[in-house]
């Protein structure tokens, strides 16, 4: 069932159910049904902007340069059910990098919160004060009676590029529309299960969990601003069933110890879980199921794997996804090579490319470029994309180095990083969070019990607080700016 049908059938059958809430100000679904569908009706009247790209050519397309706003569920909304076509603009995002986007992809009306930098665009620009500054072109617009075409786009998202302008494509609905049908099977979605995702909305995992919520009448959960504290408050005043967030929001759960008894589904993506994590994440959650999977935006859904009290591999990433594919190139002897996906949840391509690393299609076949091996059916994911380096001559997947180190009782968290290096071509340097006492020697020694020489890192640094990307991520080009300038919160070992 299409969102819009979804959203309008909940309308009428649950209209004072709780859809949205964010920070504590709820919408209930007769209301953001009629709420989104007349911003919608209000979007789609506003004079087009000239796009040389082909796929957002004719539709609407709204720029969103919010946080976690009270006003960004309607808008989204009026995107996921409506005829508009969103561009989430992360607003963490260098200013520079914002305008060249504006620039290459001009809209037909941009969104952004009041203290925001002015950018120079030819469209309207609304400015996003409170809650209720949507008002005015809600009233204004009228309820399409028409709905969107499935082949229509609905979204322009980006990479989460770090040092270059990201690469944006666009999603169409029928994609999602297939992903939401599966997913509800596969993961059990149902009207009773009430979810909270305290990340980022313009992300993909809490934009995700946002649309298949409402697609299955459930009331979703959000906030402005993660932290602990708040996300087990809520859980237990709104007596929410799931959640969803990245790792290092369950560690910093599992560290601030914060109980969530009535969790019955944890689902979590962007990083595999470690042992150590999952274990902790089971201590602060003993009833809940952690489900974790891998995917990339631009692939959709690709292994799902989840872990019951008793069960789960904890190195593998699981099996395929309902209607996908995995094809394993040209591997090495261990079985290693690059992870290719048959599925119809990918997108086409990029809307731009100035590289040629990420995304690449061959027919039915797609690729981010990830590096893996099946066991059993089970995919083991040994390094994301780019995480092959040559060093001294030889190939060296940095994520297996790196869960080497996550195998030590004192390690919580490893990051391997290859540098540039005159003699070696790359050096490896790693990074390491430690819950008890750690010395060189001692590392040094657990690297030569798992790992040939050439693998062993050059350097060693411990960190205390790593610093993280808007989605919640390890930021491995700070790490390398860090190690460039020798800052002092990266300490040797």
């Known amino acids: 069932m299409p969102l819009r049908a979804a959203l309008a059938h909940f ?259 962007g990083a595999k879980l470690n042992p150590d994590l999952l274990a902790k994440t089971r201590e602060i959650a003993p009833s809940a199921e952690i489900t974790e999977y891998y995917g990339a935006s631009e692939l959709g859904f690709v292994t799902t794997i989840t872990h019951c009290s008793d069960n789960g591999d904890a190195q593998s990433v699981g099996l395929c996804f309902p209607e996908v594919e995995i094809d394993i190139r040209s591997p090495d002897e261990a079985g290693n090579g690059e992870v290719w996906v048959k599925s119809d949840l990918v997108i086409e391509d990029y809307l731009w490319r100035d590289d040629d690393r990420g995304f690449r299609r061959e027919g039915a076949w797609s690729t981010v470029g990830d590096i893996g091996r099946l066991i059993d059916g089970a995919l083991h994911l040994t390094s994301r994309a780019g995480g092959m380096v040559t060093s001294g001559g030889n190939n060296i997947y940095l994520e297996e180095v790196a869960a080497h180190l996550r195998r030590h009782p004192a390690i919580q968290d490893a990051v391997v990083l290859g540098i540039a290096d005159s003699y070696l071509g790359t050096r490896l340097v790693a990074i390491v969070s430690v819950v008890s006492c750690l010395e060189h020697a001692d590392l040094l020694e657990h690297c030569q019990t798992g790992l040939q020489k050439y693998k062993i890192p050059r350097e060693m640094y411990r960190v205390s607080d790593w610093p993280l990307t808007s989605s919640g991520k390890i930021a491995t080009g700070q790490l390398e700016t860090w190690i460039e300038e020798k800052d002092d919160r990266l300490a040797p070992l």
């Not at 049904?33 to 397309?61: C, I, K, M, N, Y």
């Not at 075409?149 to 322009?156: L, R």
């Open 11 to 269: 309308a009428q059958t649950q209209p004072e159910k709780l859809a949205v809430s964010m920070d504590g100000r709820g919408v209930s679904f007769r209301d953001l049904f009629e709420r989104s569908q007349r911003l919608d009706g209000f979007l789609t009247a506003l004079e087009r902007q000239d796009r040389s790209h082909a796929a957002v050519q004719d539709v609407p397309l709204i720029a969103i340069h919010l946080g976690n706003h009270a006003a960004l569920p309607e808008l989204l909304a009026a995107a996921l059910a409506g005829s508009c076509c969103v561009m989430l603009l992360d607003p963490l995002l260098p200013e520079a990098i914002v305008q060249a986007t504006l620039d290459r992809l001009p809209p037909d009306a941009l969104f952004t919160a009041s203290g925001d930098a002015t950018f120079n665009i030819k469209a309207p620009v609304f400015s996003v004060t409170s809650h209720d500054s949507l008002d005015p072109l809600i009233t204004a617009g009228t309820i399409p009676s028409e709905p969107p075409s499935p082949t229509d786009p609905f979204m322009v998202a980006f990479t989460s590029g770090t040092t270059s302008t990201p690469k944006a494509f666009a999603r169409d609905r029928a994609s999602w529309q297939r992903s939401l049908a599966r997913g509800q099977t596969h993961f059990a979605i149902h009207a009773g299960l009430s979810t909270l995702a305290p990340g980022p909305l313009v992300h993909g995992l809490s934009l995700y969990a946002l649309a298949e919520t409402l697609h299955a009448g459930a009331s979703f959960q959000a906030m402005g601003k993660f932290s602990a504290k708040g996300v087990a408050s809520i859980v237990a005043s709104e007596d929410v069933k799931r959640l969803v967030c990245v790792p290092t929001m369950l560690e910093a759960l599992s560290v601030h110890g914060a109980p969530l008894p009535q969790l019955s589904r944890i689902t979590t993506a």
